[in-house]
Structures are given as structure tokens and as C-alpha cells.
């Protein structure tokens, strides 16, 4: 006989899960206490490295359901949720979601949402991509200076060469002028 689990997560302690447990409960699914997993930690870390799900993985056994509210509850990624759901339907395990009107995941029409859900994050991805990309060359095109503004003036970088050049230390310098090595190999790196 099969079991049913629920996984609840929310990034931050302030936070609580009581959401959606509730959610789970009316949408009809009777999960015993006992089989909800419930944790605090950041979508962006990958399903098996959470301590919660890592523990949840261990209790499943073909057969079960897992249910979740939520794709986003499962991962931040469109890859770390594919994996997770392939790994899950490998082992027998269904996975149902909520938010897409209860499909199981690892069922043919779940396979097939969940590939057009990773296609339209894939294309968004790469859309943001194409719009970052545009702005920075828009703002060098327009003589902004991009990155984290230089810590040495340039007349500090020209005495920095000078000293380098007459045999001073990395390590006197960066002393000298209150940066780290790192800082003054730059200024050399840039001279070259």
C-alpha cells in the first residue's frame, strides 16, 4: 500500500510551513504528521544537499507519494526540479504538485509540463542574459567605468610600477598603500 508524504520548505526563519500544510489537507490528501517533512533553507541550495529532503529520500520506498505545493518547494532551478522529480520516478516514487492542478510529475503529461516549464526557464534565462549583455554595452558605449571602482589612484599605480621596477616587495607595498598583494598585482598586470 502506498504512503504519502509531504516535503514543506520556506527560505526563512521568519517563515512557516503551516501554509502549506494546509494547502496539502485541502486539496485532499489525509498525510499522517509523522510524513511531513518540513524545513527552512534557501531554494538555491540542490533538493539532496537540504538535510530534511536528504532524510525524506531516505524514508521513500517505491510506490509512495510525495506532494508538494509548489514546483518552486522542490528547487529554484528548472534542472535541480528535473533532476530531483527523475530521481524520485527512478526509484518508483510519484510526485504530485499542487500548483499544476495535482498532475504527478513523473507521469507522462507531468514528464511533458515539466518540459515546458524547463524550456520557458531556460528562454527567460536567456532572455536575462540578452538584456544584461545589451545594458553593459550600453553603459560602456556611454563611458560608464563597469565593475568595482579601482581602490589605488592612478598616481599611486604609476609610483607602485616604479617601486615594483626598482625591486620593492608585494608584500611592503601592499603595506604601504593599504590594499592586499592581490591589489598590487593587478596594478602590474594592467601595466603589462
Do not use: W
Amino acid at each position: 500500500m502506498s504512503r504519502t508524504f509531504a516535503y514543506c520548505r520556506v527560505s526563512t526563519l521568519d517563515q512557516t510551513t503551516d501554509n502549506q500544510v494546509r494547502e496539502i489537507e485541502a486539496a485532499g490528501f489525509a498525510v499522517d504528521p509523522k510524513r511531513i517533512v518540513s524545513e527552512t533553507v534557501s531554494g538555491s541550495v540542490c533538493a539532496v544537499e537540504r538535510k530534511g529532503f536528504a532524510k525524506l529520500l531516505d524514508r521513500l520506498e517505491s510506490g509512495d507519494v510525495l506532494i508538494v505545493t509548489k514546483l518552486d518547494r522542490l528547487g529554484r532551478s528548472a534542472l535541480d526540479v528535473r533532476q530531483t522529480v527523475d530521481r524520485l520516478a527512478a526509484e518508483g516514487i510519484r510526485v504530485h504538485c499542487l500548483a499544476l492542478g495535482g498532475v504527478d510529475l513523473t507521469s507522462p503529461a507531468g514528464k511533458m509540463t515539466m518540459g515546458v516549464i524547463a524550456a520557458v526557464a531556460e528562454f527567460e534565462r536567456d532572455l536575462l542574459i540578452e538584456r544584461t549583455q545589451a545594458g553593459l554595452s550600453r553603459a560602456k558605449a556611454s563611458g560608464k567605468v563597469l565593475g568595482r571602482p579601482q581602490s589605488l589612484s592612478s598616481d599611486q599605480q604609476r609610483d607602485i610600477r616604479a617601486a615594483r621596477a626598482s625591486g620593492v616587495s608585494l608584500g611592503e607595498l601592499a603595506k604601504r598603500y593599504s590594499v592586499s598583494r592581490a591589489a598590487i598585482q593587478r596594478v602590474e598586470k594592467r601595466a603589462a
